[in-house]
C-alpha cells in the first residue's frame, strides 16, 4: 500500500472516529490545516518534476477531495446527530392541559341570545328596535292605552307602584313594554315599525312568574295594514324563530283593552319528554297576544283612527326562549347560577343571522 | 266562569257534542280553561261511616276509628282530624288510592304504633275544595259504599271559563249560551221571566239619597213576598250549585245565587222582619260599621255605597248583605232586590275592604240593566215556586233604562281592519243572532248596541264581534312586504353599544348573568342609591324593595353564591338598566362585571403553567376598556384618574373619563367593608361602564377607512428606566415621553416597574420602551441621542424621575 493510500485510510478512520464537531476539526485540522498532513503532501508537488507530478498530482488532489467530502459528510451527520440529542432533550409532556380560550368560557345569557334573535328576523322585515324607561307614568302603561282607570283590567296587572308625588300621582314600574308604543306614536309620524324587547314587572312570584320578566312586542301603523298581515307576520316570525318548515297556529279572540278586535295565539306541538317540537303533534300552546290597535289608543297618541291604522303584538322573551331551548324553571334566569348560565347560555361568537341560521 | 252541560242547554237547543261545544267556546273568545269531571276525579273516594271513635293511646290530638265502608268487616282508621267522630259520614280512600293532587298513594301503615287501614279525608287532601279543617261531611243518608262526588250531585263535567275582564255579558250561563247561538251549533233559547204584577203595594219605601255627590246608584227596584216557608232549596237547585262550587244554604239565597250564574243578575235577599221602616240608598258615613254576610265587621267611609233602614246600614251595596237582615229558616217575609250601582264604586270598595263575591264581580264588569226589573219578577217567580207566598207590587227608584248606543258601520271596514270580506247577509245575521239590531242596507249600516254589551262602543268592536264569530281562521294570512327602509340598521346606538358590550365581554371569558332590577334598601345605600323616589311602596319582597343604582351589588352577591356552591372563580357580567332618579332621563344602561378569585382574563382557576394569581385592579381595568373599545368609545382620549366611588379599595381603583365632566366608568378591587357589608369575600374586582357617557361617534360620509399611510423608513425603539418616588404614575412618565416629539414619538409603553433591591426605599424603577417613526430620512444617531436626551430631561422635569445607573 502507498503512503498516500495508507493516509487515507488513518484519515478516513479518524474522520469517521470523531465523535462530535470539536473532533472533527481536530481532524481535519490535522489533515487539511496549515500544517495538516495532506496540506503538506500537497506542498510536496511544488517541488515535483512534472513526470513525478502527473504521476502523484490527481492520487494528492483525489486524496484532499475525497477527505474533504468525507469530513463534510461526516458534519453534516455529527450536526444532525446533536439537533436530534437537543431535540429529544427539550421534549415536553403534549398531555398537559391548555388554557381553556375565554371566547369558548364566556356565555351571553339565553335572553340576550334570544334578543338577537328576534332583532335578526324583525330586522329583516323593516322593523326597527325601540326602547323606553322601566319605570313609568300611570298615563303611558295605563290609560293611554285605554285601560280607564278603576277598570279591572288594571288589576289583572299586579303593579308596582312608587310613592305618591305631591300632587298625588304615583309613577310605577310598567307592567308589559307597550308604554313604548305609547312613546313611539307621540314621537314618530306613521309609517311605524317597531319591535320592543324590555323589562317588564309585576308582583307575581311563583314557579312560573317572577317579579321581573322579560317581553317583546311589535307594533305597526300605517293607513293599510290589517289583521291578514299580522296573522302572516307570526306565522313567519313562529318559522323563523323556532327554526322550523311550518308551524301551525291557532288564533283565539281575547281581551286586551289596547287592541280590538284581540286576539291569542297558540301554536300546535308535541310534547316529547320535556322536549316541545312544534310543526307537529296535537297540542296547543299559547305562545302570544296582539290585536289591531284600539282607536281609542289611536287617538289617545294623536293619530285619527279612521285614517290610520295598525297591529301589535306581545310575547314573553323568557317562556319563548324556554320553549324554543327547552329550559323548564324561569326562576331559574335570573339565580345567576354559572351551571346553568354555562349549559344554557351561548358562546359569544355564536352571533344570530338569518343568513347563518339563528341558533347555527 | 263555571257551569254545567245540563245547564247550558237549558239556554242552548244543540245536538253538539261536549268537545264541539268546548272547542267553540274557545274559538269565539270564552277560552275553557279546563272540563272537569268530578264523579270521575273521585271516583275511588267513597261514602263511609264513623261507628266509633276513641282517643289514641299514644297520641293526644289524633283518634282510633273503627269505619263502616259498606263491605260488612269494619276498617280501623287512624284519624287527627277534630271533627272525626261516632256517626259522621265521611269520605274514605283506601290503600292503594292514587292522590293525584298530592302525588301520593294511601298504604296501610302504623300511626304512633296503632295499624290504620285508609284514611278519611278532606276537601283539600284530594284537592276537591280548599277546606282543609276537617274531614268532609255527608249528609246523613248519604248511601255508604257510593262515590262521594256522585251522592253530592257532582256526575256531569263541568266547564270552566276563563273570562277576560271586558265580557259581563258571559258571567251568566245565559249569556255564554246567547253568545254561542251565533256560531250556528246551536240556538240560544231565549227564556225571558214573566212579568209579575203583585197584588199589594210594596209596604217599604226606597229613597236614593246622594245629595249633591255622585249618584251611585242608578236604579234600584224591590218587592215584598210575603208568607214565605224558608227551607233548604230543592235537590236540583243544590245539586247545581254544589257542581259549580258554590254551598247551598237556604232557598231564598240559593235561588239569589241560582239567578246570579244564570243570569249574571246579583240579588240581595233581606228578612223583611229585620228591616225596620225603609230603605235609603246612601254613602256610608266615615266610620260606620256593617256585620257582613261573612260573619266579619267591616267599617266603612263616604266613598262607600250601602243600604240602610232606620237603624243603620244593612247592606253593602252590590258587594254583600248584612248579618243582621240576612234570611234563614224563620224568615217568612221576604225583601228582594235587583238594583243597579256603579262599576267603578263597587270595584273601589271591594278592593278597599278585600271583598270578593260573585255579585262584585259582576257589578264591577257591568250588569245588564234592562234586566234589573225581569230579573226581580224571575227571583219573585221562583221564591214563590220554592217557598210559596204571595207577591207585592215592584219598588223602582231611579231609572234604569240605559243611554242605547248606535254605531254607524261601513262594511268596508271589516275589510279594512281585519283583512277578510263577508256578505252583508252574514253580517247581519251574525250581529242579530248576538242581539245587535242592525238597521239600512248597502254598504253603511246602523248597528244598535244591546244592553247586555257594555263593552262594545264603537266600529272596531263590531268588527271583533264579526271576527270571533266567523273566526279568525277565515281571515287569509296576507304577506307582509318589508317595506322602503328595510335594509337600514335599525338600531340605536345605544343598542348597538350594548350588544357589542356583552359580546366582548363574554369573549372575554365572563358570563352574563341578568339580575333583578332592584335591590334591598341596604344595598343600594352601598352603592350610591337608595332615594325615597326610587323605593317601590309595595315590594315583593324587602330584598327587592329599591330599583338598584349600580350592578355590582347584585353580581357581587351572585359571585358570592356561586362560591358558596363551590365556584369560588367565577367571573360574571350584566349589562343593564340602572336607576339615578325617576325620570326617564335617569335610566342609564351600565355594563358591569365582577371577578372572583382565580378568575383572570387569561384563564380561570388554577394551571399548571403558572402560579396561581388572584385577580386584581388590573383585570377589572382590562374589562373596562374591552367594553370600551368594543362599544366605540376613542381609545386615544380616555384617561384614567385614580381612585373611584366609595364601594371600591381607595388606592387600587381608578376612573376612565374623557375630562373631568365626563366620567364613562370606574374599575378596581372592592372595598373590603363593602364585601363586608355584603357578606361576601375576594378577592374580588369590578368595573362599571355607563354606555350613554360614551361619546358619540362622529358621521361620516362614506365608510372608507382614513388613508393607510406606511412610513418608509424603519422605527427604531429606544429603552429608558427612570428611578422616580413609588408615588409617581407611571402614565406620567408615559405621556412625559410621548409629548417630546408628538409627530417623531409613535409608542410609549411601560415594560418594567420595579422595587426592592438595588432601589432607594420609597422609590421605583419604571421602565419605558419608546418606539421613534423618522418620518422623512433614516435618523442618524446623533439625532435618536439627542431625542433620547430630551426624553430624560422631560421625564425627569414632569416626575423628578432620573435614569437609572
Request: proline share 7%; glycine share 8%.
Given at each position: 500500500?502507498?503512503?498516500?493510500?495508507?493516509?487515507?485510510?488513518?484519515?478516513?478512520?479518524?474522520?469517521?472516529?470523531?465523535?462530535?464537531?470539536?473532533?472533527?476539526?481536530?481532524?481535519?485540522?490535522?489533515?487539511?490545516?496549515?500544517?495538516?498532513?495532506?496540506?503538506?503532501?500537497?506542498?510536496?508537488?511544488?517541488?515535483?518534476?512534472?513526470?513525478?507530478?502527473?504521476?502523484?498530482?490527481?492520487?494528492?488532489?483525489?486524496?484532499?477531495?475525497?477527505?474533504?467530502?468525507?469530513?463534510?459528510?461526516?458534519?453534516?451527520?455529527?450536526?444532525?446527530?446533536?439537533?436530534?440529542?437537543?431535540?429529544?432533550?427539550?421534549?415536553?409532556?403534549?398531555?398537559?392541559?391548555?388554557?381553556?380560550?375565554?371566547?369558548?368560557?364566556?356565555?351571553?345569557?339565553?335572553?340576550?341570545?334570544?334578543?338577537?334573535?328576534?332583532?335578526?328576523?324583525?330586522?329583516?322585515?323593516?322593523?326597527?328596535?325601540?326602547?323606553?324607561?322601566?319605570?313609568?307614568?300611570?298615563?303611558?302603561?295605563?290609560?293611554?292605552?285605554?285601560?280607564?282607570?278603576?277598570?279591572?283590567?288594571?288589576?289583572?296587572?299586579?303593579?308596582?307602584?312608587?310613592?305618591?308625588?305631591?300632587?298625588?300621582?304615583?309613577?310605577?314600574?310598567?307592567?308589559?313594554?307597550?308604554?313604548?308604543?305609547?312613546?313611539?306614536?307621540?314621537?314618530?309620524?306613521?309609517?311605524?315599525?317597531?319591535?320592543?324587547?324590555?323589562?317588564?314587572?309585576?308582583?307575581?312570584?311563583?314557579?312560573?312568574?317572577?317579579?321581573?320578566?322579560?317581553?317583546?312586542?311589535?307594533?305597526?301603523?300605517?293607513?293599510?295594514?290589517?289583521?291578514?298581515?299580522?296573522?302572516?307576520?307570526?306565522?313567519?316570525?313562529?318559522?323563523?324563530?323556532?327554526?322550523?318548515?311550518?308551524?301551525?297556529?291557532?288564533?283565539?279572540?281575547?281581551?286586551?283593552?289596547?287592541?280590538?278586535?284581540?286576539?291569542?295565539?297558540?301554536?300546535?306541538?308535541?310534547?316529547?319528554?320535556?322536549?316541545?317540537?312544534?310543526?307537529?303533534?296535537?297540542?296547543?300552546?299559547?305562545?302570544?297576544?296582539?290585536?289591531?290597535?284600539?282607536?281609542?289608543?289611536?287617538?289617545?297618541?294623536?293619530?285619527?283612527?279612521?285614517?290610520?291604522?295598525?297591529?301589535?303584538?306581545?310575547?314573553?322573551?323568557?317562556?319563548?326562549?324556554?320553549?324554543?331551548?327547552?329550559?323548564?324553571?324561569?326562576?331559574?334566569?335570573?339565580?345567576?347560577?354559572?351551571?346553568?348560565?354555562?349549559?344554557?347560555?351561548?358562546?359569544?361568537?355564536?352571533?344570530?343571522?338569518?343568513?347563518?341560521?339563528?341558533?347555527? | 266562569?263555571?257551569?254545567?252541560?245540563?245547564?247550558?242547554?237549558?239556554?242552548?237547543?244543540?245536538?253538539?257534542?261536549?268537545?264541539?261545544?268546548?272547542?267553540?267556546?274557545?274559538?269565539?273568545?270564552?277560552?275553557?280553561?279546563?272540563?272537569?269531571?268530578?264523579?270521575?276525579?273521585?271516583?275511588?273516594?267513597?261514602?263511609?261511616?264513623i261507628i266509633t271513635a276513641e282517643?289514641h293511646?299514644?297520641?293526644?290530638?289524633?283518634r282510633v276509628c273503627t269505619v263502616d265502608n259498606?263491605?260488612?268487616t269494619p276498617l280501623q282508621i287512624v284519624c287527627?282530624?277534630?271533627?272525626?267522630?261516632?256517626?259522621?259520614?265521611?269520605?274514605l280512600?283506601?290503600?292503594?288510592?292514587?292522590?293525584?293532587?298530592?302525588?301520593?298513594?294511601?298504604?296501610v301503615g302504623k300511626i304512633?304504633?296503632v295499624e290504620s287501614q285508609g284514611m278519611m279525608?278532606?276537601?283539600?287532601?284530594?284537592?276537591?275544595?280548599?277546606?282543609?279543617?276537617?274531614?268532609?261531611?255527608?249528609?246523613?243518608?248519604?248511601?255508604?259504599?257510593?262515590?262521594?262526588?256522585?251522592?253530592?250531585?257532582?256526575?256531569?263535567?263541568?266547564?270552566?271559563?276563563?273570562?277576560?275582564?271586558?265580557?259581563?255579558?258571559?258571567?251568566?250561563?245565559?249569556?255564554?249560551?246567547?253568545?254561542?247561538?251565533?256560531?250556528?251549533?246551536?240556538?240560544?233559547?231565549?227564556?225571558?221571566?214573566?212579568?209579575?204584577?203583585?197584588?199589594?203595594?210594596?209596604?217599604?219605601?226606597?229613597?236614593?239619597?246622594?245629595?249633591?255627590?255622585?249618584?251611585?246608584?242608578?236604579?234600584?227596584?224591590?218587592?215584598?213576598?210575603?208568607?214565605?216557608?224558608?227551607?233548604?232549596?230543592?235537590?236540583?237547585?243544590?245539586?247545581?250549585?254544589?257542581?259549580?262550587?258554590?254551598?247551598?244554604?237556604?232557598?231564598?239565597?240559593?235561588?239569589?245565587?241560582?239567578?246570579?250564574?244564570?243570569?249574571?243578575?246579583?240579588?240581595?235577599?233581606?228578612?223583611?222582619?229585620?228591616?225596620?221602616?225603609?230603605?235609603?240608598?246612601?254613602?256610608?258615613?266615615?266610620?260606620?260599621?256593617?256585620?257582613?254576610?261573612?260573619?266579619?265587621?267591616?267599617?266603612?267611609?263616604?266613598?262607600?255605597?250601602?243600604?240602610?233602614?232606620?237603624?243603620?246600614?244593612?247592606?253593602?251595596?252590590?258587594?254583600?248583605?248584612?248579618?243582621?237582615?240576612?234570611?234563614?229558616?224563620?224568615?217568612?217575609?221576604?225583601?228582594?232586590?235587583?238594583?243597579?250601582?256603579?262599576?267603578?264604586?263597587?270595584?273601589?270598595?271591594?278592593?278597599?275592604?278585600?271583598?270578593?263575591?260573585?255579585?262584585?264581580?259582576?257589578?264591577?264588569?257591568?250588569?245588564?240593566?234592562?234586566?234589573?226589573?225581569?230579573?226581580?219578577?224571575?227571583?219573585?217567580?221562583?221564591?214563590?215556586?220554592?217557598?210559596?207566598?204571595?207577591?207585592?207590587?215592584?219598588?223602582?227608584?231611579?231609572?234604569?233604562?240605559?243611554?242605547?248606543?248606535?254605531?254607524?258601520?261601513?262594511?268596508?271596514?271589516?275589510?279594512?281592519?281585519?283583512?277578510?270580506?263577508?256578505?252583508?247577509?252574514?253580517?247581519?245575521?251574525?250581529?242579530?243572532?248576538?242581539?245587535?239590531?242592525?238597521?239600512?242596507?248597502?254598504?253603511?249600516?246602523?248597528?244598535?248596541?244591546?244592553?247586555?254589551?257594555?263593552?262594545?262602543?264603537?266600529?272596531?268592536?263590531?268588527?271583533?264581534?264579526?271576527?270571533?264569530?266567523?273566526?279568525?281562521?277565515?281571515?287569509?294570512?296576507?304577506?307582509?312586504?318589508?317595506?322602503?327602509?328595510?335594509?337600514?340598521?335599525?338600531?340605536?346606538?345605544?343598542?348597538?353599544?350594548?350588544?357589542?358590550?356583552?359580546?366582548?365581554?363574554?369573549?372575554?371569558?365572563?358570563?352574563?348573568?341578568?339580575?333583578?332590577?332592584?335591590?334591598?334598601?341596604?344595598?343600594?345605600?352601598?352603592?350610591?342609591?337608595?332615594?325615597?323616589?326610587?323605593?317601590?311602596?309595595?315590594?315583593?319582597?324587602?330584598?327587592?324593595?329599591?330599583?338598584?343604582?349600580?350592578?355590582?351589588?347584585?353580581?357581587?352577591?351572585?359571585?358570592?353564591?356561586?362560591?358558596?356552591?363551590?365556584?369560588?372563580?367565577?367571573?360574571?357580567?350584566?349589562?343593564?338598566?340602572?336607576?339615578?332618579?325617576?325620570?326617564?332621563?335617569?335610566?342609564?344602561?351600565?355594563?358591569?362585571?365582577?371577578?372572583?378569585?382565580?378568575?383572570?382574563?387569561?384563564?380561570?382557576?388554577?394551571?399548571?403553567?403558572?402560579?396561581?394569581?388572584?385577580?386584581?385592579?388590573?383585570?377589572?381595568?382590562?374589562?373596562?376598556?374591552?367594553?370600551?373599545?368594543?362599544?366605540?368609545?376613542?381609545?386615544?382620549?380616555?384617561?384614567?384618574?385614580?381612585?373611584?366611588?366609595?364601594?371600591?379599595?381607595?388606592?387600587?381603583?381608578?376612573?376612565?373619563?374623557?375630562?373631568?365632566?365626563?366620567?364613562?366608568?370606574?374599575?378596581?378591587?372592592?372595598?373590603?367593608?363593602?364585601?363586608?357589608?355584603?357578606?361576601?369575600?375576594?378577592?374580588?374586582?369590578?368595573?362599571?361602564?355607563?354606555?350613554?357617557?360614551?361619546?358619540?361617534?362622529?358621521?361620516?360620509?362614506?365608510?372608507?377607512?382614513?388613508?393607510?399611510?406606511?412610513?418608509?423608513?424603519?422605527?427604531?425603539?429606544?429603552?429608558?428606566?427612570?428611578?422616580?418616588?413609588?408615588?409617581?404614575?407611571?402614565?406620567?412618565?408615559?405621556?412625559?415621553?410621548?409629548?417630546?416629539?408628538?409627530?417623531?414619538?409613535?409608542?410609549?409603553?411601560?415594560?418594567?416597574?420595579?422595587?426592592?433591591?438595588?432601589?432607594?426605599?420609597?422609590?421605583?424603577?419604571?421602565?419605558?420602551?419608546?418606539?421613534?417613526?423618522?418620518?422623512?430620512?433614516?435618523?442618524?444617531?446623533?439625532?435618536?441621542?439627542?431625542?433620547?436626551?430630551?426624553?430624560?430631561?422631560?421625564?425627569?422635569?414632569?416626575?423628578?424621575?432620573?435614569?437609572?445607573?
Amino acid at each position: 500500500m502507498s503512503d498516500i493510500a495508507k493516509l487515507e485510510t488513518e484519515l478516513l478512520s479518524a474522520v469517521g472516529a470523531a465523535k462530535d464537531e470539536a473532533a472533527l476539526e481536530a481532524v481535519r485540522v490535522s489533515a487539511l490545516g496549515k500544517s495538516g498532513l495532506v496540506s503538506a503532501l500537497l506542498k510536496t508537488l511544488g517541488a515535483m518534476t512534472p513526470d513525478e507530478r502527473k504521476a502523484k498530482g490527481p492520487a494528492i488532489n483525489g486524496l484532499k477531495e475525497r477527505i474533504t467530502t468525507e469530513i463534510a459528510a461526516r458534519k453534516d451527520a455529527l450536526g444532525m446527530a446533536a439537533l436530534d440529542a437537543r431535540l429529544a432533550s427539550e421534549t415536553v409532556d403534549v398531555t398537559l392541559p391548555t388554557r381553556e380560550t375565554p371566547a369558548e368560557l364566556g356565555r351571553v345569557h339565553p335572553i340576550s341570545q334570544v334578543i338577537d334573535e328576534l332583532t335578526a328576523i324583525f330586522a329583516d322585515m323593516g322593523f326597527a328596535v325601540a326602547e323606553g324607561p322601566d319605570i313609568e307614568t300611570d298615563d303611558y302603561n295605563f290609560t293611554k292605552l285605554n285601560f280607564p282607570e278603576g277598570h279591572p283590567a288594571r288589576e289583572m296587572h299586579d303593579t308596582f307602584y312608587f310613592p305618591p308625588k305631591p300632587d298625588g300621582s304615583r309613577l310605577l314600574l310598567r307592567t308589559h313594554t307597550s308604554p313604548v308604543q305609547v312613546r313611539t306614536m307621540l314621537t314618530q309620524k306613521p309609517p311605524i315599525r317597531v319591535i320592543i324587547p324590555g323589562r317588564t314587572y309585576r308582583s307575581d312570584s311563583d314557579q312560573t312568574h317572577t317579579p321581573m320578566f322579560h317581553q317583546v312586542e311589535g307594533l305597526v301603523i300605517d293607513k293599510t295594514s290589517h289583521l291578514g298581515h299580522l296573522k302572516w307576520i307570526l306565522e313567519e316570525f313562529c318559522k323563523a324563530f323556532f327554526e322550523v318548515d311550518s308551524v301551525n297556529m291557532r288564533f283565539r279572540p281575547s281581551f286586551f283593552p289596547f287592541t280590538e278586535p284581540s286576539m291569542e295565539v297558540d301554536i300546535q306541538c308535541r310534547r316529547d319528554k320535556g322536549e316541545i317540537r312544534f310543526g307537529e303533534g296535537t297540542d296547543w300552546l299559547e305562545i302570544l297576544g296582539c290585536g289591531m290597535v284600539h282607536p281609542n289608543v289611536l287617538r289617545n297618541c294623536g293619530l285619527d283612527p279612521d285614517e290610520y291604522q295598525g297591529f301589535a303584538w306581545g310575547m314573553g322573551i323568557d317562556r319563548i326562549a324556554m320553549l324554543k331551548y327547552g329550559i323548564n324553571d324561569l326562576r331559574a334566569f335570573f339565580e345567576a347560577d354559572v351551571r346553568w348560565l354555562s349549559h344554557y347560555g351561548f358562546r359569544p361568537l355564536d352571533f344570530p343571522t338569518l343568513a347563518g341560521g339563528l341558533s347555527a | 266562569m263555571k257551569f254545567t252541560l245540563s245547564w247550558l242547554k237549558e239556554h242552548f237547543d244543540t245536538v253538539a257534542s261536549l268537545d264541539e261545544i268546548v272547542d267553540k267556546l274557545t274559538m269565539i273568545g270564552l277560552e275553557v280553561e279546563r272540563v272537569e269531571d268530578k264523579a270521575k276525579e273521585f271516583e275511588a273516594f267513597k261514602v263511609a261511616q264513623i261507628i266509633t271513635a276513641e282517643q289514641h293511646p299514644n297520641a293526644d290530638r289524633l283518634r282510633v276509628c273503627t269505619v263502616d265502608n259498606g263491605t260488612g268487616t269494619p276498617l280501623q282508621i287512624v284519624c287527627g282530624a277534630p271533627n272525626a267522630r261516632a256517626g259522621l259520614k265521611t269520605v274514605l280512600g283506601l290503600p292503594g288510592t292514587y292522590i293525584p293532587a298530592k302525588d301520593i298513594t294511601l298504604a296501610v301503615g302504623k300511626i304512633r304504633g296503632v295499624e290504620s287501614q285508609g284514611m278519611m279525608i278532606s276537601g283539600a287532601e284530594i284537592g276537591f275544595s280548599s277546606d282543609s279543617d276537617g274531614i268532609i261531611e255527608l249528609p246523613a243518608d248519604a248511601p255508604i259504599g257510593k262515590p262521594f262526588a256522585e251522592v253530592l250531585g257532582l256526575n256531569e263535567p263541568v266547564i270552566e271559563i276563563n273570562l277576560t275582564p271586558n265580557r259581563s255579558d258571559c258571567t251568566s250561563v245565559n249569556g255564554i249560551a246567547r253568545d254561542l247561538g251565533a256560531t250556528l251549533i246551536g240556538d240560544y233559547k231565549e227564556n225571558a221571566p214573566k212579568r209579575i204584577a203583585g197584588t199589594f203595594p210594596c209596604p217599604v219605601k226606597v229613597t236614593l239619597d246622594f245629595g249633591a255627590t255622585h249618584p251611585l246608584c242608578p236604579a234600584f227596584g224591590l218587592r215584598l213576598v210575603r208568607g214565605v216557608k224558608n227551607g233548604p232549596s230543592p235537590d236540583w237547585l243544590q245539586k247545581r250549585l254544589t257542581a259549580i262550587g258554590l254551598r247551598p244554604i237556604n232557598a231564598l239565597v240559593d235561588i239569589t245565587n241560582y239567578i246570579t250564574f244564570d243570569r249574571g243578575r246579583p240579588l240581595h235577599v233581606f228578612d223583611a222582619k229585620k228591616v225596620k221602616g225603609n230603605l235609603t240608598v246612601r254613602r256610608a258615613v266615615n266610620g260606620e260599621t256593617l256585620k257582613a254576610l261573612d260573619g266579619k265587621t267591616y267599617t266603612l267611609d263616604a266613598a262607600m255605597c250601602v243600604i240602610a233602614d232606620e237603624k243603620g246600614v244593612e247592606s253593602l251595596a252590590g258587594i254583600m248583605g248584612g248579618e243582621e237582615s240576612g234570611c234563614d229558616e224563620n224568615t217568612i217575609d221576604v225583601l228582594i232586590e235587583s238594583a243597579l250601582w256603579d262599576a267603578v264604586n263597587i270595584a273601589q270598595t271591594g278592593r278597599k275592604l278585600g271583598i270578593n263575591t260573585d255579585a262584585r264581580y259582576r257589578f264591577e264588569r257591568g250588569v245588564d240593566p234592562n234586566f234589573m226589573i225581569p230579573g226581580l219578577d224571575l227571583a219573585t217567580q221562583m221564591v214563590i215556586d220554592l217557598c210559596g207566598g204571595e207577591a207585592s207590587e215592584a219598588v223602582i227608584a231611579g231609572d234604569p233604562t240605559p243611554k242605547e248606543t248606535i254605531i254607524d258601520f261601513p262594511l268596508s271596514e271589516l275589510p279594512r281592519l281585519a283583512g277578510v270580506k263577508l256578505s252583508p247577509v252574514e253580517i247581519r245575521r251574525t250581529l242579530e243572532r248576538l242581539g245587535f239590531f242592525a238597521a239600512g242596507s248597502g254598504e253603511r249600516i246602523k248597528v244598535a248596541v244591546p244592553s247586555w254589551r257594555p263593552d262594545v262602543h264603537g266600529r272596531a268592536d263590531i268588527v271583533e264581534e264579526l271576527v270571533r264569530i266567523v273566526g279568525v281562521d277565515k281571515v287569509p294570512s296576507t304577506p307582509f312586504p318589508s317595506g322602503p327602509d328595510a335594509r337600514k340598521p335599525v338600531l340605536t346606538p345605544i343598542q348597538v353599544r350594548t350588544r357589542k358590550a356583552k359580546r366582548a365581554l363574554a369573549a372575554r371569558g365572563l358570563t352574563e348573568a341578568v339580575t333583578w332590577s332592584f335591590v334591598s334598601k341596604r344595598e343600594a345605600e352601598l352603592f350610591g342609591g337608595g332615594k325615597p323616589e326610587l323605593a317601590l311602596a309595595n315590594p315583593i319582597a324587602a330584598e327587592l324593595s329599591d330599583m338598584r343604582p349600580s350592578l355590582l351589588a347584585s353580581l357581587i352577591l351572585s359571585a358570592q353564591r356561586n362560591a358558596d356552591r363551590g365556584y369560588a372563580d367565577v367571573a360574571l357580567f350584566e349589562v343593564g338598566q340602572i336607576f339615578k332618579g325617576d325620570k326617564p332621563e335617569d335610566q342609564f344602561t351600565a355594563a358591569s362585571g365582577v371577578r372572583r378569585g382565580l378568575a383572570k382574563a387569561d384563564g380561570i382557576g388554577r394551571h399548571w403553567s403558572s402560579a396561581p394569581k388572584p385577580v386584581d385592579v388590573f383585570d377589572a381595568k382590562a374589562d373596562a376598556f374591552a367594553v370600551l373599545a368594543a362599544a366605540g368609545a376613542p381609545m386615544q382620549a380616555l384617561q384614567v384618574v385614580p381612585g373611584g366611588p366609595v364601594w371600591f379599595h381607595p388606592g387600587r381603583s381608578g376612573t376612565i373619563q374623557i375630562g373631568p365632566q365626563n366620567i364613562l366608568g370606574h374599575f378596581g378591587e372592592m372595598h373590603p367593608r363593602i364585601l363586608a357589608a355584603l357578606k361576601a369575600d375576594g378577592p374580588l374586582a369590578g368595573f362599571e361602564v355607563i354606555l350613554e357617557n360614551l361619546p358619540a361617534a362622529k358621521a361620516k360620509p362614506t365608510r372608507a377607512k382614513p388613508l393607510l399611510e406606511l412610513a418608509a423608513f424603519q422605527p427604531v425603539e429606544r429603552d429608558f428606566a427612570f428611578v422616580v418616588e413609588s408615588k409617581v404614575k407611571a402614565a406620567d412618565i408615559a405621556r412625559a415621553a410621548q409629548n417630546v416629539d408628538k409627530k417623531l414619538i409613535v409608542g410609549v409603553t411601560v415594560f418594567d416597574v420595579y422595587e426592592g433591591t438595588g432601589i432607594e426605599p420609597g422609590k421605583k424603577s419604571v421602565a419605558i420602551a419608546v418606539t421613534i417613526q423618522p418620518r422623512e430620512k433614516t435618523m442618524t444617531d446623533q439625532e435618536i441621542d439627542a431625542l433620547a436626551a430630551k426624553i430624560v430631561t422631560e421625564v425627569g422635569k414632569r416626575t423628578g424621575g432620573a435614569l437609572r445607573g
